[in-house]
């Protein structure tokens, strides 16, 4: 069974999940051989009000941040022991809290400045990364797997070591896209030139409208992201199994879990 960690951005309890291990290792080791690549990304700009509206709170160096910090070093802990390197954010459901976990994970991950993650929209039919970061209408993800664009085109830099990459609209050929080749060509190019410590990728509902198993054979590991608050029991079950055939499952956040509402419990 998969250990759970709750987040909640109000509390700062934590439980279960796998242990904490030293927080300042590396993700690999730093890699020059790519860095004019890395660098030549176009930089993007935190708007620190629109991340505050959009309860993006992981780039915090305050206890704010906590939560996700704590998820931070033991997913680290957890990829490097094991060498893997592409980390999908999934969910049950709609609005479970996937692309919050995903955003604040990725900017908790930016704070390790010796080290690059690139986080990956793959949500192609309801994308919210490029929104809620504010970054603006540019070249899209899409175009980027269906070889239309380079990654190094439409991703933005913010820093020195996050990258970011997502649609602003709905793109229409979103089956096509998870379904093919492309993805994996897309995620081997951009690892090979790019060679980022962690790949996060945020994605669609998992029992909703599209079969997870088309994003699987291209990730590493997976994290169940539930809503404490609606996700029915059965529901988790259902994922856990599912994802537990296809991929690693590295555990199960708990969000929007309120201390006074809900009991925490091993899943
Ligand atoms: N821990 C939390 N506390 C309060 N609100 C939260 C929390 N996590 C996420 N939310 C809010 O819940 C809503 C849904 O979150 P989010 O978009 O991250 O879910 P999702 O799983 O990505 O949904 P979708 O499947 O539609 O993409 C957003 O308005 C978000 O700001
Ligand atoms: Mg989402």
Not at 73 to 81: G, H, W
Not at 95 to 114: H, I, P
Not at 243 to 258: E, S
């Amino acid at each position: 069974m998969a250990q759970s960690l709750r987040i909640n951005h109000d509390i700062s309890s934590l439980d279960g999940y796998v242990s904490i291990q030293n927080d300042h290792r590396h993700l690999r080791e730093p890699v020059t051989l790519r860095q004019d690549r890395w660098d030549a990304l176009a930089p993007g700009e935190l708007n620190m009000n629109l991340l505050a509206q959009n309860r993006i709170i992981g780039q915090s160096r305050g206890p704010e941040s906590l939560h996700f910090d704590v998820l931070r070093t033991r997913i680290f802990a957890e990829i490097s022991k094991q060498n893997w390197t592409k980390l999908a954010i999934v969910s049950p459901t709609h609005g479970c809290g996937k692309t919050n976990v995903a955003l604040n994970l990725a900017m908790s991950f930016s704070k390790q400045s010796d080290s690059r993650t690139i986080l990956l929209d793959l949500d192609f039919q309801a994308p919210a990364i490029s929104r809620l970061m504010g970054m603006g209408n540019g070249p899209a993800l899409s175009s980027c797997l269906l070889a239309q664009e380079e990654f190094g085109h439409i991703a933005k830099r913010f820093g020195t070591s996050l990258a970011v990459a997502g649609d602003e609209h709905p793109a229409d050929l979103q089956s096509d896209l998870l379904c093919s080749q492309k993805l994996s060509d897309a995620l081997a190019t951009i690892e090979h030139v790019y060679q980022p410590g962690l790949m996060l990728v945020d994605t669609p509902p998992m029992l909703q409208f599209h079969d997870i198993a088309d994003i699987t054979p291209h990730i590493d590991c997976a994290l169940l992201v539930i809503d404490a608050q609606s996700t029915a029991a059965r529901e988790v079950d259902l994922c856990e199994r599912d994802l537990a055939r296809q991929t690693n499952v590295l555990g199960i956040v708990l969000n929007k879990c309120h201390e006074s509402e809900c009991e925490y419990q091993v899943l």
